[in-house]
């Protein structure tokens, strides 16, 4: 079901993201941080992919994004995420996407 309450038979996206986290703005849209490819999507309301904001060959590298904040009066994106490709139990950087 997507936010308007509509069922949705299928979804286009292809892939399930079993470690993602997600941020919500107030048109629905839906932003995805996937852990297991190392970028950060945005989906539209029904789901649908809309675009790819960063991904593994962006410039800047968000490996191991674990949280995102979505501030929508400055069009904002926050990305929790390590600074370095191997695993680090801890994230320790904060990365702005500006969306406008």
Not at 16 to 39: G, I, K, T
Not at 86 to 97: E, K, Q, S, Y
Request: contains cysteine.
């Amino acid at each position: 079901m997507d936010c308007k309450g509509r069922v949705l038979v299928s979804a286009t996206v292809s892939e399930v993201w079993p470690s993602s986290y997600l941020a919500v703005d107030r048109e629905c849209n839906v932003f995805v941080a996937d852990v297991m490819h190392q970028r950060v999507v945005l989906l539209s309301c029904d789901l649908r992919l809309e675009r790819i904001l960063t991904d593994k060959d962006a410039e800047v590298k968000l490996w191991q994004p674990v949280q995102l904040s979505y501030n929508e009066r400055k069009s904002q994106l926050y990305v929790v995420h390590g600074s370095e490709p191997h695993f680090h139990p801890f994230p320790d950087t904060i990365t702005l996407l500006s969306l406008r």
